[in-house]
DNA sequence: TCTGGGGTCCTAGGACCC
DNA sequence: TCTGGGGTCCTAGGACCC
């Protein structure tokens, strides 16, 4: 059997571990740069708040309805995440951590009555962490994710669900709507529809060579997972990215090259980190730029170059390089730019690059240098030192205009009590 | 004024090899 | 009548996830 476990509302049950007044009050979390709604309490969802929607566009309604609203504080989620992360792992030999907000647990030959256990894991993660979660059981990873569907959905489950036996799995299959199944994405719900398709039941009626020719073999997977049938194995160790990628809308626009360069130093410099993280090396780096796509007065233009490396590389320094390089290359002046982002790609073990006979960089000091700026930045909080390209940020920044505090990982912020 | 960010997997088709 | 057979690699596009 499997449980995943899901955080309910994660970012917006986040923001009220340690503000308490939050609680009963509709809570809403925005995207990056205060952009789009991208989590809502329970109050929220019942004001009738659609997730993705710009905010710009219900902003009256907000203050109307007094709903808290709070830009993404990323640090503080990641945080409550690995504390949520190290409870799970006190409940099985086995943990997928699949998203920030979610993990599977494998239960496979642990000796427990899995209603209990799941009531067990809800209530230690809530004491432990403030976070409230759904716990869904089932005999394949599909199942589950069903299993906390009706965990989360149903009130009368308390937030767990577990799903077990034919007939229970039978009935709950000819309930569950096609699109809330796991895998069946937007597209493949209007084709199912269109054939007559509504449900889970109806879905696992269909011969296998129709799914598999229509919806690939990954739509066959999901199909014998509802079946029954286990065909999608734990993930117990993170495999690392084949393809790295920071990108941020700006604050406002940007017209100069200055500050593009700026911020193009700092998302190479992010990739840099990212890649260092997971020991790894990129071949290849792009570089994009892009104007705001919804001003259709506005000329518009979209670019991106690829630079292939000489040597695979992990250096801030020579990432920057390379970045800047593509960012000259593609930049025109006379644009209102949105946007930007540097993706590495072509990525390999750092200990398997293939070196280059008349390679002049000067590896071991640039990896001395990247040790040094890391351990530095990893002890006093990121971007402590950083390359001097990579600027203040100050004209490009994102819109953070909601931000709460980080309690949990800066000194300076962290909760203070009145009595 | 204002519209997010970061990933994965699969397939078809083209180019190329012997 | 009749126009081989068997591969690999790469890319773009489309689907999905959170």
């Given at each position: 059997?499997?449980a ?13 571990v340690f ?8 809570v809403?979390?925005l995207?990056?740069n ?21 905010a ?154 129709w ?83 919804f001003?259709?007065?506005e ?32 930049y ?6 949105k ?42 909080g ?21 931000l ?16």
């Amino acid at each position: 059997m499997f449980a995943v476990v899901d955080c309910n509302n994660f970012y917006a049950s986040c923001e009220r571990v340690f503000n308490p007044a939050l609680n009963g009050r509709p809570v809403v979390v925005l995207s990056n740069n205060d952009g789009c709604i991208i989590a809502r309490s329970e109050e929220a969802k019942a004001l009738g708040i659609k997730m993705g929607v710009p905010a710009f566009q219900i902003a009256d309604f907000l203050v109307q309805n007094n709903v808290a609203v709070y830009s993404s504080n990323y640090a503080l989620y990641g945080d409550l995440s690995r504390r949520v992360m190290n409870v799970l792992e006190r409940f099985t030999p086995e943990l997928e951590i699949y998203s920030i907000d979610e993990a599977f647990l494998n239960l496979a030959g642990l000796p427990v009555q899995l209603e209990e256990y799941a009531r067990k894991i809800r209530a230690t993660v809530l004491k432990n962490t403030g976070i409230p979660v759904s716990v869904g059981i089932g005999p394949t990873k599909v199942l589950a994710k069903t299993a906390n569907h009706y965990a989360k959905k149903a009130p009368e489950n308390h937030g767990i669900y577990v799903l077990d036996g034919p007939a229970k799995i039978d009935e709950a299959l000819k309930l569950f709507a096609i699109d809330e199944v796991w895998g069946i994405g937007r597209q493949y719900s209007k084709l199912l529809k269109s054939i007559g398709v509504e449900t889970a039941w109806d879905f696992i009626r269909l011969p296998d060579g129709w799914v598999r020719k229509r919806m690939t073999v990954v739509g066959l997977r999901v199909k014998k997972e509802l079946e029954g049938i286990s065909c999608m194995e734990m993930e117990l160790i993170p495999a690392a990215k084949k393809v790295i990628c920071t990108s941020r809308s700006f604050g406002e626009p940007q017209t100069e090259l200055e500050p593009l360069r700026e911020a193009v130093a700092t998302f190479a410099a992010r990739c840099a980190e990212k890649l260092r993280c997971q020991h790894s090396c990129a071949g290849m780096l792009m570089v994009f730029i892009h104007t705001n796509g919804f001003k259709a007065n506005e000329p518009q233009y979209e670019r991106n170059f690829v630079c292939k490396l000489p040597v695979p590389t992990n250096s801030t320094m020579e990432l920057i390089r390379y970045a800047l390089f593509a960012l000259e290359a593609i930049y025109r002046k006379g644009y209102r730019y949105k946007k930007a982002g540097v993706l590495v790609l072509d990525i390999a073990p750092e200990d398997r690059v293939q070196g280059a006979l008349f390679d002049r960089v000067d590896r071991a000091k640039h990896a001395a240098v990247t040790k040094t700026l890391d351990a530095i930045n990893s002890k006093y909080g990121r971007d402590t030192l950083k390359i001097a390209t990579q600027g203040s940020g100050k004209k490009w920044k994102m819109r953070q205009e909601k931000l709460s505090p980080s309690y949990t990982t800066k000194w300076n912020e962290i909760i203070t009590v009145r009595v």
